[in-house]
């Protein structure tokens, strides 16, 4: 199994090309068929599986072409040079039928049966019971047999080497096909195809080789080895013919036809078992859908899917769907048929099995079968054909040997099974002719003994026994002149003489009207052995019947009218063959064959020499042999001859050759010389192989028949090793062996080879009358016939044979051969069921001997009708003769036991009661006179003695019924279990003290393992719905939340993706990132913000009522009124329509069953504890009483009897009161039981021994208890004294106690009566109670039988229910499904739109960053334009990444690499011509190195963008379809639906047709007509008083709510009109706002923005870092200016002090220029003031020049670097820094 589980997907070869028609008969060729161009691979693979043969030219076979039946039927083999006719023996007809073989029965021109009977075909017309038949061709037999679809042909698969297939034509019955090659020994299976152009069969051992046909052509197309073991079956599938399915020994195999680059191949996968048991499949059929349904072993189903069992089917509570295996499945218009081994057909609901799907682990499904046949008792199904123009009626084959028609119509005109034809059973175990006529009788293990006219191919009577046949003979004449008498031996070693007799002379006179030709009866039956009959034998005078068995005995009768048992002698072995010697010998003796190899000869017994009075068994002279082999020894022999003769016929030509050489010696000496050399050579004498050892098996080969030859001779055909011979032994000289001498082994003195029997012994031989011709029945179901010279029991002229194979070759071996009493007609019987009949004369004379003859039924003998009829034995376990005999041996011996017994136990009997009399006389005397027990005793020692034996005695009779004791045990605790402990509360009746009330429990059972299952299905069920209803709100809730947390996601990632990406790239400064960390925060808090706000907004439209928006206040008052104030539309109108919640099926009310049950088991259960309770209290209170009685009774005592009340009586527990005691037991009342029920003589006396013994000590003891009291009273009388007067004080103490008591007594009774009176009142209480609760269980009861018949019919339509209910729920499945899928679509496509926005996005933000990096006023910037915006052919990334091999593609595919199109090489066109291979010398090469990587960029998002349109498109239109096929599906749900409401109005109506029960008063009936009371009330209504107040009530409810709903319906209009004018001036201020906010954006920013984006701006690395880089200059040129200011400062503080100091110098130059003025007065003054001024002017101007230049140098870089900082902060993205180099400092 494992291997082949490993080969499963091995393909099958196809056969070469060879064997394919030629291109000329293409129209000719099957679509199968092998292509020429798959020649050469496919011989490759042919040569690696078969072995290839050298095959004709290829031929082409006409439709008219046929095969000559004569040339290829099997022919008898006759030996050369033998004079026999061919036509020795010629075939008459068959009387048997093999059953037992798989798919032996097939119907064909309508009403003829077909089959397979050994080497024989068998047409049987079923109406006029004729016969024909064709023979195998190859006469190894035949293996399967198959008709064609179209009814006109039919396959015949044989058996043999290299056997052939070979179809017929009917009804012409010639060959039309033959096809060779299939198989090496036998074909197990064929099948046609639907169309019946293929044919498929499989192969027995060793090959198992399956293969497919083009039949009509003769052609092999496929072929594979279906598996390693047997296959029973292999089909095609009636759907798809490219499949099939093959089954056999544990295991199940599924082939398919496919198409593969070397061509047509077959493969197979085989099937798993899994967790289930490996099973032999003998049946199954392939569904249309490709499943496939088989049987299994233990009867139930196997459904295969994908190669798995997907779920084994059965029937209900566990039951198998057959007792047994399932022998046939048939798909029949829509419905599956099976049938089994128990006899049964039943069909099932394919849509249910089709359908079927596993509710656990265990893959099991219940299902019971729509309709069901069972055939009959001892009825076997193996397969089963249908008539041809019938749709109802079948044919079956029965392995109980019998052909039935079954109608399967299933109505009330179907017929009962009819048995079409009966035959044996199994191996037919014995046959014999009449001596008389042509009567033939035959037995078999199927317990029938059947007589046959064997001329008249009839049978006549068949009688049934309960044991099967094995034996038979027919009485010889000798003894039994009208040949009416058969001895037949059965199986439990029981022979029956029967009588067959003519009964229409009787039926006649008996007034009998219908009558056979023949009947059999009983003459006598005996039982001679314990184990099965197998030889039956008459000596040569008929007076002696012998009979032996397998009891290794052989037992004689003496036959007359009745027969006598003589005796029987034992023999070493199991006996196979009795022969009696021949007439010719002088000693009649006979010959007892052995199994095991021995063979005893006694002589025939002589009644009167024996004594058999106590045993049977007779001392008979006994002589014995023991087979000896010698096939090892006469082989060496042969061996030795063989080598002695090759060894002279080399010597032979060595002298040849030496003559040879001398004569060329005087011709040519040279040559000579050389030839010498080679002789030289030659001559080296190779080695001598070994001879072959002797050998001897261990156990001695089985004899298998034999006969006298001479006396003391006999000739044995031995089985095993050392079959191919027959041996000639002789016993040894005329002496008796020992049992030690008789194991000795002896050799057969000769022998005889027969041919071709090395593995085909000879089973069965028998002489002709005349001794010239020998008939043998051989191993391989072969008759072979050897001409001797008359009475040559020697078999020296035992040369060529006549041989013909008539019954199977494999398991047919031949049991019987018989001549008829004129020797014109030969049967024989072998073990595959079948009986031939031939003619031993020609076919012309036989016709003109039969023509008008037939058997003669022996008439009845004289006193026939005033027989007795003989008692038979039915029991098998009945005593055989001897254990008869020895058991009544053993009775009498047991009887005179018991009589002797009997009398010694009178004596002592006698014994006894005089030592009781003495007992007695003893005891009345004197007590000082009186003998004491020791007295009595004689001896001590005896008494020990008895006593021990006594108690060894009772050991042993306790372990003597310890097995009865154990075994009663067993039986108590068994009805303890069935009727006991089921039962939770017996029946109590609990009475009350003073009246007649009693009160009982119920009687309550336990609940049965069907209810606990059915309970814990239904709460498994409910599980199962809890657990599925809250897997759908979790899958919705987390689907929800997914795509919330989803889009969460994806918005977290746009948002932060590309500070999260700058931040990981970018290493800044911890100010810098504390101030980073600042802006994300405060971006994070207008992100929340802006979420909180569309969450708000979010809420608010949801809020938002639609167009359909209901006021859930109003849905739920709406569904209140629903479920409290009810529809009270009759459920009986046509318009009713069954809500969905009070939808009702079987599994619900199955449920309300259980509770139902489970509520009426815990009310019951409740009062019986009640009442037990009860029981208890009143056990108290009978105790208390007893207790007080006892009290009151010591009270009187101490009272005068004047004064004494009369104390109660103590109630008493009645018996029904404690009914447990019942089962409580002691030793009294088993004796009382025993008495009772097994009264006998034994039993009476011993009661009568212990009786008086009881009187004897209870006189002993009574007279010792009076003589004690007189003792006592004796020595109480002197202590009696006078009593003196009391005192005053004494009498008040005297006076007070008799009060005290007085009062005590009176309350004690007071008590009693208290308890008494309680007691009553409780179990008044109680009754009362269990009154009302009988009440309500009555109650309970008819509800729960309208719950049943309403269960019964939900049943009806629990199938189609199911049915509707599982479409519903798979449409809605399916419409759940889909929109899951639509959501997801729709998601998908959101978030593709999504990512086309940011694609969008960064493609603006690309060409953003690109006009930045051109500037302004760059010369090149038209050109840069263009390189940017240039069309290039690159390749994909996805493409680029496919490795070289993909070269070899297409050249379209190849296109479709490049991202180019028509319309981009015409935009390149326009461009001019752009190079963009070199910068040009005037522009920058960054920034043109800058442009490529920023056009590569574009083109990524351009490639990227145009994926996600094409994907964007893509789910749009899967999106479409989706919601086109949700369209579709809503359509089909609202069908389902409606056909469930449907089904459920029309089950609501056929529940309305159930009657209830409803119990009513006389004053709750008002239903009055006319003042009266109606005697018919089913126009009336039944209904509570409350619902129809409530109803009434209701009607003014609802005239207030109508005015009110009016007064509310008129304020929401106003209401709705006011809001309708709100909701336009919120528009107008909305579109105002919206204005407003447009021109504000416009003015600021200039075009219209996204608010919210702007807020939420993340931080754009590359901006901070130039916002930082800015920072930085700032910072550094903020200090260059401050250090010049400090310098300016600085020269300023510098130049006042030089001025100041230049002003005093001024001054002092003044005062002296003053001086010098008062002393130059007469200088040119005026010339030289105006020289000083202006050089002063000079020295300011430039300084001032200076200082003016720096500040507008850096009022210009301020300037530059807040137009770069303006520019970053109105448009993102990165920017390319300024190409000009920052200004010199």
């Known amino acids: 199994m494992e291997t082949e589980e490993g080969k499963e997907q091995e393909p099958a070869t196809q056969v070469p090309d060879s064997e394919a028609p030629d291109d000329d008969q293409k129209d000719e060729k099957d679509k199968y068929d092998v292509p020429e161009h798959e020649t050469a691979s496919a011989e490759v693979e042919e040569k690696q599986d078969i072995k290839e043969t050298t095959k004709p030219e290829e031929r082409i076979l006409s439709d008219d072409f046929f095969y000559d039946y004569e040339e290829l039927c099997s022919k008898p083999f006759i030996s050369p040079e033998t004079p026999i006719p061919n036509n020795l023996l010629t075939f008459l007809h068959s009387f048997g039928y093999d059953s037992t073989r798989r798919v032996n029965l097939q119907l064909i021109g309508g009403e003829t049966v077909m089959f397979v009977a050994g080497n024989l075909v068998i047409f049987l017309d079923i109406k006029t019971k004729e016969q024909k038949y064709i023979r195998s061709s190859s006469g190894g037999g035949i293996g399967i047999l198959m008709v064609h679809p179209s009814g006109n042909y039919f396959a015949l698969g044989e058996k043999g080497t290299k056997p052939n297939i070979i179809i017929y034509e009917y009804p012409s019955l010639k060959p039309y096909r033959i096809l060779q090659g299939g198989t090496e020994r036998a074909y197990g299976f064929v099948d046609f195809n639907s169309s019946g152009n293929l044919l498929v069969s499989v192969g027995e051992n060793p090959d198992y080789m399956a293969t497919i046909w083009n039949w009509k052509q003769e052609k092999i197309v496929l072929r594979s080895k279906a598996f390693s073991q047997d296959v029973y079956r292999i089909t095609f599938s009636l759907e798809n013919e490219e499949q099939l399915t093959s089954s056999g020994a544990g295991h199940i195999k599924f082939w398919k036809m496919v198409e593969t680059f070397t061509g047509l191949k077959l493969q197979g996968q085989l099937g798993r078992f899994g967790k289930t048991a490996l099973t032999d499949i003998v049946g199954y059929v392939e569904l249309p859908d490709g499943k496939v349904i088989s049987g299994s072993e233990w009867g139930n189903m196997l459904l295969w899917d994908g190669g798995l069992i997907k779920v084994e089917l059965r029937r209900k509570h566990g039951k198998p769907c057959h007792q047994g295996s399932i022998n046939q499945f048939v798909l029949d218009e829509g419905e599956l048929i099976t049938i089994g081994s128990d006899g049964c057909v039943r069909v099932w609901d394919f849509e249910t099995i089709d359908t079927a799907e596993p509710y656990d682990e265990d893959s099991v499904v219940e299902m019971e079968p729509m309709n069901e046949l069972f055939v009959g008792r001892n009825v076997n199904l193996q397969s089963m054909v249908k008539f041809k123009g019938s749709n109802l009626i079948w044919c079956a084959q029965d392995s109980s040997g019998r052909i039935w028609k079954l109608d399967l119509s299933f109505s009330n005109i179907t017929q009962d099974p009819e048995c079409l034809f009966s035959f044996h059973a199994g191996v037919i175990q014995a046959m014999d002719l009449s001596p008389l006529t042509y009567l033939m009788a035959t037995t078999a293990l199927d317990h029938t003994v059947r007589i046959y006219d064997f001329v008249r191919n009839e049978e006549l009577v068949t009688v049934r026994y309960r044991q099967g046949g094995t034996a038979l003979t027919w009485a010889p004449l000798v003894r039994y002149s009208r040949g009416n008498m058969i001895v037949v031996g059965f199986d439990d070693g029981v022979i029956r003489i029967l009588e067959v007799y003519n009964p229409q002379d009787l039926a006649r006179v008996a007034g009998r009207m219908q009558v056979g030709e023949a009947e059999l009866r009983l003459k006598q039956a005996l039982k001679p052995h ?13 007076e002696m019947l012998a009979t032996g068995s397998k009891d290794n005995t052989v037992f004689f009768f003496q036959s007359g009218d009745q027969y006598v ?5 034992n023999v070493p072995g199991p006996v196979v063959s009795l022969q009696w010697s021949p007439p010719s010998h002088e000693k009649n003796m006979l010959l007892i064959f052995c199994e095991n190899g021995y063979v005893v000869q006694v002589a025939c017994p002589e009644p009167e020499e024996f004594d058999t009075t106590l045993t049977f068994e007779i001392p008979l002279r006994k002589q014995y042999f023991r087979f000896k082999s010698i096939r090892s020894s006469i082989e060496r022999n042969n061996e030795i001859n063989w080598r002695k003769q090759v060894k002279e016929q080399k010597e032979k030509e060595k002298q040849e050759r030496l003559k040879k050489k001398k004569e060329m010696e005087a011709e040519n000496p040279e040559l000579a010389t050389e030839e010498e050399e080679e002789e030289e050579e030659e001559e080296e004498e190779e080695p001598e192989e070994e001879l072959p050892m002797i050998y001897i098996p261990p156990q001695p080969s089985p004899i298998l028949c034999g006969f006298y030859s001479k006396p003391n001779t006999f000739w044995l055909s031995v089985g095993d090793y050392d079959c191919g011979y027959l041996y000639h032994c002789k016993f040894a000289d005329d002496r008796r062996i020992s049992e030690d001498s008789s194991r000795s082994e002896k050799e057969p003195f000769a022998f005889i080879a027969i041919e071709d029997a090395t593995e085909n012994p000879i089973r069965e031989m028998i002489f002709n009358s005349e001794k010239d011709l020998l008939f043998c029945g051989m191993e391989d179901g072969a008759v072979r016939v050897y001409p001797l010279k008359p009475n040559d029991y020697e078999l020296k002229s035992m040369q060529g044979f006549w041989s013909l194979n008539v019954h199977d070759n494999d398991y047919g071996h031949i049991n019987q051969i018989c001549i008829s009493h004129d020797e014109q007609f030969l049967l024989t019987c072998g073990a595959d069921s079948n009986v031939f009949a031939f003619g031993i004369l020609p076919q012309e004379e036989l016709g003109e001997l039969m023509r008008g003859k037939r058997a003669v039924v022996p008439i009845p003998r004289i006193g026939f009708a005033r027989d007795k009829i003989a008692n038979d034995i039915d029991d098998p376990n009945a005593y055989s003769l001897e254990n008869a005999k020895q058991k009544a041996e053993l009775d009498l011996i047991l009887k005179l036991a018991e009589e002797k017994k009997a009398k010694k136990r009178m004596e002592l009997e006698k014994l006894q009661n005089e030592f009781k009399e003495l007992q007695i006389k003893n005891a009345e005397l004197p007590e000082h006179v009186q003998l004491k027990k020791e007295d009595f005793e004689i001896d001590k020692r005896i008494q020990d003695q008895i006593d021990k034996q006594i108690t060894d005695r009772i050991d042993m009779v306790y372990k003597e019924m310890a097995w009865e004791q154990e075994k009663y045990q067993i039986g108590l605790q068994k009805l303890q279990a069935r009727f006991r402990d089921a039962v939770e509360h017996d029946t109590v009746i609990v009475h009350c003290f003073e009246s007649d009330h009693k009160v009982s429990t119920y009687r309550v059972t336990s609940f049965s393992e069907k209810y606990h299952q059915m309970k814990a299905d239904m709460l498994r069920r409910s599980q199962l719905q809890v657990e599925q209803k809250s897997k759908d709100n979790l899958f919705k809730e987390s689907k929800g939340a997914g795509m919330e947390k989803t889009a969460d996601q994806d918005m977290e990632v746009d948002l932060l993706g590309g500070s999260r990406q700058s931040q990981a790239k970018v290493n800044i400064g911890l100010r810098h990132a504390e101030r980073l960390q600042n802006m994300i925060n405060k971006t994070d808090k207008a992100k929340a913000k802006i979420e909180q706000r569309k969450k708000e907004w979010t809420e608010l439209y949801l809020s938002q009522p639609d167009d359909n928006y209901e006021d ?25 329509t069954v809500p969905e919640h009070l939808r009702i099926n079987a599994e619900k009310k199955r449920n309300q069953l259980i509770r139902l049950e489970e509520l009426i088991h815990e009310l019951k259960t409740e009062m019986s504890k009640k009442v037990v309770n009860l029981r208890n209290t009143k056990l108290d209170v009978i105790e208390q009483i007893t207790n007080l009685c006892k009290e009151l009774a010591l009270i009187q005592t101490k009272l005068e009897p004047s004064q004494h009340l009369p104390i109660p009586v103590v109630p008493s527990m009645y018996p029904d009161e404690m009914p447990e005691k019942k089962f409580q037991y002691n030793q009294e009342k088993l004796l009382e039981f025993r008495d009772e029920n097994f009264p006998g003589k034994k039993h009476k006396k011993q009661s009568d021994q212990v009786s008086e013994i009881e009187k004897l000590s209870g006189t002993a003891i009574a007279t010792l208890d009076s003589s004690n009291y007189q003792l006592e009273g004796d020595t109480e009388k002197p202590q009696m004294y006078e009593m003196a007067p009391l005192s005053k004080l004494e009498e008040e103490i005297k006076t007070i106690e008799e009060t005290k008591y007085l009062y005590m007594q009176t309350e004690i009774l007071r008590k009693i009566s208290e308890l008494i009176k309680n007691f009553d009142a409780e179990l008044r209480v109680l009754c009362h109670q269990k009154y009302r609760l009988d009440i309500a269980l009555k109650m309970a009861d008819l509800r729960h039988v309208t719950l049943f018949e309403e269960v019964l019919l939900l049943k009806e339509f629990e199938k189609s229910e199911d049915m509707l209910q599982n479409r ?9 499904e889909m929109q899951v899928k639509s959501e997801e679509c729709f998601q998908q496509q959101e978030a593709k739109k999504r990512d086309i926005v940011k694609l969008q996005e960064k493609e603006k933000a690309l060409y953003a960053t690109f006009q930045v990096s051109l500037g302004e006023n760059n010369k090149h910037a038209d050109f840069l334009t263009k390189v940017f915006k240039k ?18 593609e297409s050249e379209e595919e190849s296109d479709e690499e490049f991202g180019y199109s028509d319309e981009e090489d015409e935009s390149d066109s326009d461009d001019g011509g752009v190079d963009d291979s070199a910068c040009p010398d005037t522009c920058d090469p960054a920034l043109f190195d800058n442009t490529l990587q920023l056009r590569e960029k574009r083109l990524d998002i351009e490639e990227a963008l145009a994926e996600e349109k094409k994907t964007l498109e893509l789910i749009k239109k899967e999106y479409e379809m989706i919601a086109k096929k949700v369209k579709v599906i809503d359509g089909t749900v609202k ?13 609501q109506q056929k529940l309305n047709e159930l009657y209830v029960v409803v119990p009513l008063k006389l004053h709750q009936i008002e239903y009055i007509v ?7 009330l089913e126009s009336g209504l039944v209904f509570t008083n409350m619902a129809l107040t409530s109803l009434q009530r209701r009607i003014k409810e609802l005239h207030v709510e109508r005015t009110e709903q009016r007064e509310l319906y008129k304020q929401a209009r106003q209401k709705h009109v006011q809001l309708l004018q709100d909701k336009a001036e919120m528009e107008a201020k909305i579109a105002e706002l919206e204005e407003k906010c447009y021109q504000e954006m416009v003015r600021k920013f200039g075009c219209v923005v996204d608010l919210e984006a702007l807020q939420t701006l993340s931080v754009n690395m590359t901006l901070e870092e130039l916002k930082e880089k800015i920072n930085v200059n700032n910072t550094k040129f903020h200090r260059k200016i401050k250090q010049r200011e400090d310098r300016r400062a600085e020269l300023q503080a510098e130049l006042i002090h030089y001025t100041r100091q230049y002003t005093c110098r001024l001054d002092q130059l003044n005062m002296m220029l003053t001086e010098k003025e008062k002393i130059e007065t007469q200088l040119n003054s005026h010339q030289k003031k105006m020289g000083a001024e202006i050089q002063k002017q000079k020295v300011e101007l430039s300084e001032k020049q200076e200082l003016i230049q720096q500040v507008e140098k850096q009022a210009q870089e301020i300037n530059d670097l807040k137009e770069e900082i303006s520019l970053l902060m109105r448009k993102g993205g990165h920017i390319l820094p300024p190409t000009q180099p920052p200004l010199t400092q």
């Open 530 to 542: 314990t184990a099965e009959v197998t030889a039956i034998a008459y000596d040569r005078n008929g």
């Open 565 to 569: 048992p003589v005796g029987f002698i």
């Open 1112 to 1136: 859930p206040n109003d849905i739920a008052a709406i569904k209140d009124a629903q479920e409290h104030m009810g529809d009270f539309k009759l459920k009986t109108a046509p318009d009713y």
């Open 1368 to 1376: 519903v729920d798979q449409r809605i499945a399916e419409r759940v």
């Open 1431 to 1448: 069309k290039i052919k690159r390749r994909r990334k996805s493409e680029a990444k496919v490795s070289a091999g993909s070269d070899e």
């Open 1535 to 1547: 069908s389902a639906k409606h056909d469930l409401e449907v089904l459920q109005r029309e089950k």
């Open 1570 to 1576: 006319n003042g009266d009371m109606p005697n018919d």
